[in-house]
């Protein structure tokens, strides 16, 4: 195990499945000779020439497009897309092109398309760079939906993702890159559809993805000084979703916090609270309580920033009120 | 013979198109090519052209008439009698690709929603299995909603049991342990007390735990009649306490326990049966008949002796507490009930033979060689080679009584031997 | 037209042949298809490629195989001239297991990529990156495969005609796009699309070498691109060409096409492609009126024993469908 950067865990992905396939190559604005503005393709240019390590235009849904393109015909490529809200020039490549191909032509054909761009708030960079945008893609069947939290699971999920045949969103976020964590030694991979455990409890399941599991692991560190063991679920795929971990952590502590930084409307914690209540009503001792971004866009003003998006006082609330805690002190009154 | 010229399909969602011109009478001679007709839609005028040869037969519309799309417009042939089979052409055509079945719809079989008063979903369940009736508890959680934890200290105070499962099906612990719990199913007539010796003889780690079948013990009656409804009813009983179960089932809860070892979603890791039902034909139907019409203890005991070679082995507290549950409650009438979708005269109607083929896992069956209610010989007859079959030779229908060292010992290590 | 090479040699009889059988193949193929969509056998959309044949005729006969095509909505003439198994695309669009997608696709969507076909598309503009990805997957691999990505003016206007061609420039990728300039977009006339009518002209903007052809005229279509094949193989790609053309009916089954002003369409019927490759053939290759006979019956009768093939063609399982459903 060795401690590193989220982005240098991504860059090893990278750099891996380049050095073992050499159909994988990767595209993007400014990831050459610069490195990426997040520095995850640094040093790749040097290492595997201009072929494979290309800058392009301002034209994402050119590149996208031609990234499909080339993955129907056998590449293996990489788009880096600047910000996903850039992706929305690309959508019909993604949705009508990418997502539907492997159907369209009775699943002989098959798109090994990773798209790897980041989104979330982070440091006022307002409303056309901030977007959580999962539940779009979460929303076309066809679409493998990937959102890592940590670096560990940034590199396998990645390393995963170059070595099946779907399209991939890989949907980074943009705080996470310099966070760090530990990434075990040697070939590590982590097959879609695997859900992890990022910490253990009996009172109450919280459910994030993304940025939203540290926001998660931070409220159960203040649940536990209240006594509350709250286990922290990671899904790390939304598409395949880990139906089954879920389902067995709700049977096991009986309610459930779903936080997502994307806004409420329309959102992944919808459609998995309508899972757990129909696969799971008759274990509910409260309603499934969803935590998530205002239904407006994110403004600059960084206080206003802040209160757009989920904070840990919201997840703590949400866990107590589904102990129905705060209700009993009112009885007790 | 007769052929049909359509109303040609003009547009994807058009369903009609206007006749406005005709140009064929009945009795012309039609031509391959020719242009028959002129139909208009909300776009255009079209040209029927005739894809077909023969004498114009039928008109179905006149000039002006509205006509169907891809219903015959002209219909051909040499004889007036042909209409019958062009309109089933049309038919035919226009039903193409559209073979999908509609989706069934399950009605969900769960009990109505209890009172008035608002309670969590877990809270009712918990209170109907436990017995307490939810409207009468006084509720803690948000607007006085009864929640879990106020069925759970009412429960504490009463002392009934806690063991919650979704279909109000009895489980009770025998032993608390560890690991992927045993779970024991009683055969027809019989309850989880069935169990409560052997469990104290088996050497494992494991929690051990006994369900009562729908009828059956402290069990509610069955939903309705039939193998299936009791396998259900089993089946989400145990969902509702896990995934992963090792089953030990005698006589009726042995074919239960197969037909659950291939059900998805749950993982039976080893199966233990004791002179399983449901692998042959023949049942003692004088016995089944004779069990549930005995009325005194006598009676009882007469025909409880048939299940075990030497009468010595069947408790006297075993006839007791089963004439006990009787006159408590309505129980052999249920049993009867449930007696009639599973047995008709001396045949079980109900086979998980092909259920038993198919489970991967490490399986034991253990027959008695004086086996009176069923037929060992029958049971043993083409079973797969991966499983253990041990013939007791001095044993009957009971023989996890009747060799009740050796039957332990197996269970343990039907369960080790999963891994 | 501009920009058609001055032949020097006649052509050998054997390209001139397959020309004119391709362009007949295709001919009946969307007239036959036609037929069966009005009596319900073929249901959803059909684009025909009736009038356009030239192109799709001339522009495959100078590839390879290897190479890659993308096609658009109207793509049945593509498949045809890239050599497609006329049985499996009719049981395609009479929605049967033995379809090229299993009758998963349809008209708009047969794909065959074991051959290099990218496939036909139902959103315009959309082959143009998809062709480009395709050259790009080739020079990633290092091979000189070219990828022929087949166009409308309708895409023109589209910003991913712009965007794709201009990376295939930067990276001098082995791609040619021919843009079939059939002068309507659905049933917009080209001058109310663009002020440039002369759609080549884009390319030399952003530095790509660019082409006039006349569309009408197979041969011309096919020397072009022999030319365009060889120069890209050279590294010298990408290259655009223009091929202009006018349809014999609306957008599609369902459009009369009255929009089309019957000057012009009798101008264009007067160049039939079909009637071209046949006159070069007999013209230029000798062709005898018995050789001709004998190549339409058997095009007429492979067609028919597409239908009966398709006709007796296993319906798809449903739920084979619900098993497919379980990879999304």
């Known amino acids: ?333 | ?419 | 037209m501009a920009n058609t090479p001055p032949r020097e040699n006649a052509p050998p009889k054997a390209l001139l042949e397959k020309l004119f059988r391709t362009a007949y193949s295709i001919r009946v193929f969307e007239t036959e298809g036609i037929k069966l969509y009005r009596q319900g056998l073929i249901r959803g959309y059909f684009h025909p490629y009736l009038g356009q044949e030239g192109i799709a005729t001339g522009a495959c006969a100078a590839l390879s195989k290897g190479d890659y095509i993308a096609s658009t909505h109207r793509g049945h003439g593509h498949c045809i001239a890239w050599g497609a198994d006329i049985k499996r695309m009719v049981a395609e669009l009479l929605q049967k297991e033995t379809g090229y997608c299993r009758g998963y696709g349809g008209s708009m969507h047969i794909a065959d990529i074991t051959t290099g076909n990218l496939g036909a598309n139902g959103i315009v503009g959309a082959g143009t990156p998809l062709g480009v990805g395709a050259a790009l997957a080739a020079q990633v691999r290092g091979s000189d495969a070219v990828t022929v990505t087949f166009t409308t003016d309708g895409a023109t206007n589209n910003g991913t005609f712009l965007e794709s061609l201009n990376l295939a420039a930067i990276w001098n990728l082995n791609f040619i796009l021919i843009i079939e300039n059939n002068q309507y977009a659905v049933s917009t006339p080209i001058g109310e699309s663009t002020r440039e009518t002369d759609l080549y002209k884009r390319g030399i903007a952003i530095g790509v070498e660019s082409h006039l052809v006349d569309g009408n005229d197979p041969l011309a279509v096919h020397d072009l691109m022999v030319e365009a094949v060889k120069k890209c193989r050279a590294g010298q790609g990408p290259i655009l060409i223009e091929a202009r053309t006018f349809r014999h009916m609306g957008h599609h089954v369902n459009d009369p096409g009255k929009y089309m002003p019957e000057d012009k369409l009798k101008y264009y019927k007067e160049r039939d492609p079909v009637d071209r490759a046949r006159n070069d053939f007999v013209e230029m290759g000798g062709a005898t009126a018995a050789e001709i006979a004998t190549i339409e019956k058997q095009v007429q009768d492979e067609f028919e024993e597409a239908v009966e093939f398709s006709k007796n063609s296993p319906e798809v399982s449903v739920e084979e469908f619900r098993e497919f459903a379980a990879v999304y």
């Open chain 1, 1 to 333: 195990m060795r401690e590193i950067m989220y982005r240098d865990a991504l860059r090893e992905a990278i750099d891996e499945e380049m050095a073992r396939n050499s159909q994988v190559f990767i595209i993007g604005e400014g990831i050459a000779e610069r490195g990426g503005s997040y520095k995850v393709t640094e040093g790749l240019l040097a290492k595997y020439g201009s072929k494979r390590v290309r800058d392009t235009p301002i034209a994402e849904a050119g590149m996208i497009g031609v990234g499909v393109g080339a993955a129907i015909a056998g590449g293996r490529p990489i788009v880096e897309i600047l910000y996903v809200d850039f992706a929305m020039l690309g959508m019909d490549m993604i949705v009508n092109q990418a997502a539907k191909f492997r159907l369209m032509t009775g699943g002989n054909g098959r798109v090994p398309f990773v798209m790897r761009t980041q989104g979330g708030t982070g440091g006022g960079v307002a409303a056309q760079h901030s977007q959580s945008l999962e539940a779009l893609f979460y929303a076309i069947p066809g679409l493998r939906v990937v959102m890592p939290s940590t670096p560990a699971d940034a590199k396998g999920l990645l390393k995963y993702a170059l070595r099946q045949d779907d399209p991939v969103m890989f949907l980074e976020h943009k705080h996470l890159y310099m966070t760090k964590g530990l990434v075990p030694d040697g070939e590590h991979i982590i097959e879609f559809g695997k859900g992890d455990i990022k910490r253990e409890g009996k009172d109450v399941t919280i459910i994030a993805w993304s940025n939203m599991v540290h926001r998660a692991l931070e409220a159960a560190t203040e649940l536990a000084k209240q006594g509350i063991e709250a286990e922290v679920i990671d899904p790390r795929t939304l598409v395949p979703l880990d139906k089954q971990m879920i389902l067995k952590s709700v049977a096991k502590t009986k309610r459930v916090v779903i936080v997502q930084e994307a806004c409420r409307r329309g959102g992944v914690a919808s459609d998995i609270a309508s899972i757990i209540q129909a696969e799971a009503f008759y274990e509910l001792d409260a309603p499934v309580e969803i935590v998530a971004g205002l239904d407006i866009p994110v403004p600059f003003n960084l206080v206003l920033e802040k209160a757009s998006v989920p904070q840990k006082d919201d997840v703590v609330a949400a866990a107590r009120r589904s102990l129905h805690l705060d209700a009993y002190a009112q009885a007790a009154e």
């Open chain 2, 1 to 419: 013979m007769s052929d049909a010229i359509l109303c040609p399909q003009v547009g994807q969602d058009l369903t009609e198109a206007k006749v406005v011109a005709l140009h064929v009478k009945l009795g012309d001679t039609v031509k391959k090519g020719m242009i028959v007709a002129e139909v208009e839609s909300e776009k255009a005028t079209f040209e029927v052209e005739a894809f077909a040869a023969g004498v114009v037969i039928e008109l179905p519309y006149q000039v002006g008439d509205t006509a169907t799309v891809l219903e015959p417009l002209v219909v051909l042939g040499s004889d007036a009698d042909a209409k019958p089979a062009a309109k089933k052409q049309a038919e035919a055509l226009t039903k193409n690709g559209t073979g999908a079945k509609q989706h069934d719809v399950v009605a969900p079989a769960r009990a109505a929603v209890n009172g008035q008063g608002r309670s969590s979903p877990l809270a009712r369940r918990t209170a109907q299995n436990s017995g307490l009736e939810i409207d009468r508890i006084a509720g803690t959680g948000p607007d006085g909603a009864v929640v879990l934890r106020d069925v759970e200290a009412l429960v504490a105070k009463s002392g009934k049991s806690a063991v919650a499962s979704a279909t109000g099906l009895n489980v009770k612990s025998l032993k608390d342990g560890k690991g992927t719990p045993v779970v024991f199913i009683h055969g027809f007539g019989a309850e989880i007390a069935a169990w409560r010796q052997i469990a104290m003889a088996i050497g494992l780690p494991n929690t051990l735990l006994a369900i009562d079948l729908p009828g059956h013990g402290a069990s509610p009656d069955a939903a309705a009649p039939g193998f299936q409804c009791i396998v259900d009813a089993v089946e989400s009983t145990l969902r509702s306490m896990g995934t992963e179960f090792h089953l030990v089932g005698h006589s009726l809860g042995a074919a239960i326990a197969i037909a659950l070892s291939v059900q998805n979603g749950l993982t039976i890791k080893s199966l233990t049966l004791f002179a399983p039902a449901g692998l042959g034909t023949i049942v003692d139907g004088d016995f089944v008949a004779g069990f549930l019409a005995a009325k005194s203890e006598a009676a009882l005991s007469a025909q409880m002796k048939k299940l075990v070679n030497d009468p010595a082995d069947l408790p006297a507290s075993m006839i007791k507490a089963t004439q006990a549950a009787r006159e408590a409650g309505p129980v052999a009438e249920r049993q009867t009930k449930i007696a009639a979708g599973l047995f008709e005269g001396s045949t079980q109607l109900f086979s998980v033979r092909a259920e038993l083929a198919k489970y991967p896992g490490p399986c034991r069956i253990v027959l008695g060689q004086r086996d009176g209610i069923i037929s060992s010989s029958e049971t043993n007859k083409k079973l797969s080679p991966g499983i253990a079959v041990h013939l007791l030779e001095n044993a009957g229908h009971l023989p996890f009584l009747e060799e009740q060292g050796l039957s332990a010992r197996l269970i343990a290590e039907s369960v080790r031997s999963s891994g």
